[in-house]
C-alpha cells in the first residue's frame, strides 16, 4: 500500500473527500490544503457525459480567463515574413517559419502555444506527429490559424487558454496560480465552466456534467457540488 506523507494526511484532515462543496468553499479549502514551496497551479477537472471516439460528441473549445492563469505563455508565430513585425510587436516569443519548422523536426518543442496563418498550415500540419501530443497543433476553433496573427498573441498572451475533452470524457486543464486571491481562482474557474457548457454537443445524452473537482499541484482534489453553481 502507498504511503501517504505527513503533508497530505494533513492536508486530508482539513476536509471530507466524501462531501462536494459549493465552489467558493473549494476554493479556499484547496487554498488552505497546498503546501508546495513553489507557487502551484490550481487545477479544473471536470468529466463529462460524452463519448469523445464519437467526432459528434467531441468537446473543445478556448476561453480568454478573467485574470489570466498567473503563468508565462511562450508563445511561437510561424508566419511569412511581411506578418513577423507585428507578431513581435503584439509580444510573441518566437517568430519565423522554415527555420522553426526545421527547429520542431529535430525535436525543439520549448513552447506552450503555436500560432501560424492558414497558407501555412499544410506544412505545419507535416508535424502533427510531434506537436500533437504535446498539445501544440494551431486549429482554427482555437483561434491559433488565423490572418489575425497580433489579436491571436495578445489573447494567449492576456490568459487565453485551449482546453479539450481527453479519450476518458475529462476536461483538465490549469486555471490559476494559488496564490491567487479566492475571487480571481472563482472567477476563472466560472468561466471555464460557462464554457464547457456552452459547447455541450447536441449528440450528448443524460448527464452533460457529471462531475467537477478542483485542485492545486501535489493537493488532493476537492470536489464542487455541481447544483451549487449557477451555470
Not at 463529462?48 to 511561437?76: C, E, F, I, W, Y
Not at 496564490?179 to 471555464?192: G, R, Y
Given at each position: ?5 505527513k503533508?497530505?494526511k494533513?492536508a486530508?484532515a482539513?476536509?471530507?473527500?466524501s462531501k462536494?462543496?459549493?465552489?467558493t468553499?473549494?476554493v479556499?479549502?484547496?487554498k488552505q490544503?497546498t503546501?508546495?514551496?513553489f507557487?502551484a497551479s ?5 468529466r463529462?457525459g460524452?463519448?469523445p471516439r464519437k467526432?459528434?460528441?467531441m468537446?473543445?473549445g ?7 492563469t498567473?503563468k508565462?505563455?511562450?508563445?511561437l508565430?510561424?508566419c511569412?515574413?511581411?506578418k513577423?513585425q507585428?507578431?513581435?510587436?503584439a509580444?510573441?516569443d518566437f ?6 519548422i526545421q527547429?520542431?523536426k ?12 492558414p ?5 505545419v500540419g507535416?508535424?502533427?506527429?510531434i506537436?500533437?501530443?504535446r498539445?501544440l497543433?494551431p ?6 490559424v488565423?490572418m ?10 492576456a490568459g487565453?487558454i485551449?482546453?479539450k475533452?481527453d479519450?476518458y470524457?475529462?476536461?483538465?486543464t ?10 480571481k ?8 465552466l460557462q464554457m464547457i457548457?456552452?459547447l455541450k454537443p447536441?449528440a450528448a445524452?443524460?448527464?452533460?456534467i457529471?462531475?467537477i ?5 501535489m493537493?488532493p482534489?476537492?470536489q464542487?457540488d455541481?447544483?451549487s453553481?449557477?451555470?
Amino acid at each position: 500500500m502507498a504511503r501517504v506523507s505527513k503533508k497530505r494526511k494533513e492536508a486530508l484532515a482539513k476536509f471530507d473527500k466524501s462531501k462536494a462543496y459549493s465552489l467558493t468553499e473549494a476554493v479556499e479549502i484547496v487554498k488552505q490544503i497546498t503546501y508546495t514551496k513553489f507557487d502551484a497551479s490550481v487545477d479544473l477537472n471536470v468529466r463529462l457525459g460524452v463519448d469523445p471516439r464519437k467526432a459528434n460528441q467531441m468537446v473543445r473549445g478556448s476561453v480568454t480567463l478573467p485574470h489570466g492563469t498567473g503563468k508565462t505563455v511562450r508563445v511561437l508565430v510561424l508566419c511569412s515574413p511581411d506578418k513577423n513585425q507585428e507578431a513581435l510587436e503584439a509580444g510573441a516569443d518566437f517568430v519565423g517559419f522554415e527555420d522553426y519548422i526545421q527547429k520542431i523536426k529535430d525535436g525543439w518543442t520549448d513552447v506552450d502555444v503555436i500560432i501560424t496563418m492558414p497558407t501555412l498550415m499544410p506544412k505545419v500540419g507535416a508535424l502533427g506527429r510531434i506537436l500533437g501530443p504535446r498539445g501544440l497543433m494551431p486549429n482554427p476553433k482555437t483561434g491559433t490559424v488565423t490572418m489575425d496573427i497580433a489579436k491571436a498573441v495578445r489573447e494567449v498572451k492576456a490568459g487565453k487558454i485551449d482546453f479539450k475533452v481527453d479519450k476518458y470524457g475529462i476536461v483538465d486543464t490549469p486555471i490559476a496560480k494559488v496564490s491567487f486571491p479566492s475571487e480571481k481562482i472563482f472567477d476563472n474557474a466560472k468561466e471555464v465552466l460557462q464554457m464547457i457548457v456552452k459547447l455541450k454537443p447536441a449528440a450528448a445524452k443524460g448527464t452533460y456534467i457529471k462531475s467537477i473537482y478542483i485542485s492545486s499541484t501535489m493537493s488532493p482534489g476537492v470536489q464542487v457540488d455541481v447544483k451549487s453553481i449557477a451555470i
